[in-house]
């Protein structure tokens, strides 16, 4: 049976974002506040005008979350208390998502991680938060990334762009906090999470489905290339990870986890971590596995071809 660790809860949030509790128990617990306290030094305590006061009550103006903490501290209520009544989430700007705390760990959310590392993503900041701008190769993997979004925040991407698919701040900083690593974090030497390992077949099918894996038809083979811009042992540690995990549901990868240098345009030279994935019965091991990219998964088809 697969475990599903609490992975975010309220206290990992930052502190400036917006979430809103159910209706009946905001009412509840901000009325026991001001019975405790008086309403008078409860808006002081919240940093908010008194007659403000009415619409937390209401539930129309949300809170952040060190304000909703402030108002479990006067309550004497325990968080998992507290988080067990959250149904939205918001940043500092963008929509807010949906989602039940504390965040346990699920397919969905390990196929999200997986397109974090490989499929093109990047994270803006903004706020204070971070913005996911995710890429996609056809119109089948566009809607496998729209369906893990709503089953892990209850909300769609937004379409941006040529086919670039964008998550709001909530939820690209929640990502970010469970594990999706951004640019810098894999050239420094990104590990991956051991939850992963509960949910491995979801990750890697949505990991060897983007873009940083590439096809090399002239090597017949699959390559994994990532800057070193820190330690290159932290950084091939990684791609380790990723050999040992593919190892864990019967695809054996013969290379090893190697450094290759590249001349850039002004002379300078850079250091690449790269990981070949190459042989007939490799590559059909990981067409078996499966992609969310159609397109990916008739030039792997291809390669096995070649190689056979």
């Known amino acids: ?47 908010v005008p008194l007659k403000a006061l009415a619409n937390i009550k209401d539930g129309r103006k949300p809170l952040s979350v060190s304000q909703w903490l402030k108002i479990a501290e006067i309550t004497h209520t325990p968080v998992s208390v507290l988080e067990k009544q959250v149904i939205r989430i918001r940043g500092c700007k963008g929509r807010p998502v949906s989602l039940k705390l504390p965040l346990k760990a699920s397919s969905s959310l390990a196929s999200l991680i997986g397109y974090s590392i490989t499929n093109s993503i990047s994270f803006h900041r903004r706020g204070g938060g971070v913005v996911l701008v995710m890429h996609y190769d056809d119109e089948y993997q566009k809607r496998h990334i729209k369906l893990a979004s709503l089953q892990v925040f209850g909300v769609e991407p937004r379409e941006n762009l040529s086919n670039y698919l964008v998550l709001p701040s909530a939820a690209g900083t929640i990502l970010n906090k469970v594990g999706a690593p951004t640019k810098e974090d894999l050239r420094k030497g990104y590990r991956i999470p051991s939850w992963i390992w509960d949910w491995r077949k979801d990750f890697l099918i949505s990991f060897q489905s983007g ?91 291809k390669l096995v071809c070649s190689a056979s």
């Not at 009412?27 to 305590?45: C, D, H, P, Q, Y």
Request: aromatic share 8%; net charge positive.
């Open 211 to 301: 873009r940083r894996m590439r096809v090399v038809p002239s090597r017949r083979s699959l390559k994994l290339s990532l800057r070193v811009d820190s330690e290159e042992d932290r950084v091939l540690g990684f791609l380790w990870d990723v050999k040992n995990l593919y190892l864990s549901v019967g695809v054996e990868i013969r290379a090893e986890p190697r450094i290759e240098v590249k001349e850039a345009p002004n002379g300078s030279e850079i250091e690449y971590a790269v990981l070949e994935i190459g042989g007939y019965r490799t590559l059909l091991s990981i067409l078996e596995l499966g992609f969310t990219s159609k397109k990916k998964s008739l030039m792997v088809e």
């Open 1 to 47: 049976m697969k475990r599903a660790p609490s992975l975010l809860s309220i206290t990992n949030l930052p502190s400036n974002y917006f979430i809103w509790l159910r209706e009946d128990y905001c009412s509840a617990i901000v009325s026991r506040a001001i019975n405790l306290i008086g309403a008078s030094r409860l808006s002081k305590e919240l940093g």
